[in-house]
């Protein structure tokens, strides 16, 4: 079974005696290895969301679900990440910031796809776009180090590539309307 309380103090652990992607990855890797403990102990997803399950000043932890055919644009974190997926697949653009005389602010320099068991670490510095290609909910685990929530951070147009700051309320809609598509299908 997997024990939320035990992964919370594993994090908090790894993060005082290391306290980076190398130190947290195996903690994660651990969490989604064993899809079915995890699944009894949060619940099968059921709809798009950001599921907060522990904040401090040094570490946040999500349990993300993306709705079918969800995709959120390009941003930041401002603090490294650990993405552990539990269910379903998440694919992820990374970009690059081009220089102020180019015709686009940023531009696509790589792209991921992580699948059930997968996990990747991000470093502070990624700007990612996030899409889930499937007809179902993806589950993922969100490591941060840091206050995701409090953490000003910049989130580039979809459409513009133009810089701008993060709109929480902007990435919560996102998810609603992702809700309302899966309620209607």
């Known amino acids: 079974m997997f024990d939320l309380d035990r992964f919370i103090a594993d994090c908090q652990d790894a993060l005082a005696t290391g306290g980076t992607t190398r130190a947290l990855r195996p903690v994660v890797e651990r969490a989604v290895s064993n899809r079915g403990a995890l ?3 949060l619940g ?3 709809a798009a969301g950001i ?3 522990f904040r401090s000043p040094g570490l946040t932890i999500l349990n993300l679900i993306w709705g079918p055919g969800m995709t959120i644009m390009p941003h930041n974190h401002h603090m490294w990440a650990v993405i552990g997926i539990y269910t379903g697949r998440e694919d992820n653009i990374f970009w690059r910031q081009l220089p102020q005389d180019s015709r ?7 792209a991921r796809s992580l699948m059930a068991g997968d996990v990747a670490p991000l470093g502070e ?3 990612h776009s996030v899409n889930n290609p499937l007809k179902r909910l993806t589950g993922a685990l969100h490591v941060y180090g840091g206050d995701f929530v409090c ?3 910049e989130e580039w147009d979809p459409e513009t590539l133009h810089e701008q700051p993060y ?12 809700n309302r598509m899966l309620q209607a299908a």
């Open 39 to 41: 699944i009894a102990t």
């Open 44 to 46: 099968e997803p059921q």
């Open 51 to 53: 599921n907060l399950l």
């Open 104 to 110: 686009w602010p940023i531009e696509a320099a790589g």
């Open 125 to 127: 510095d990624i700007i």
């Open 151 to 153: 953490q000003a951070r």
């Open 167 to 178: 709109d929480m309320g902007r990435a919560r809609r996102l998810f609603e309307d992702s």
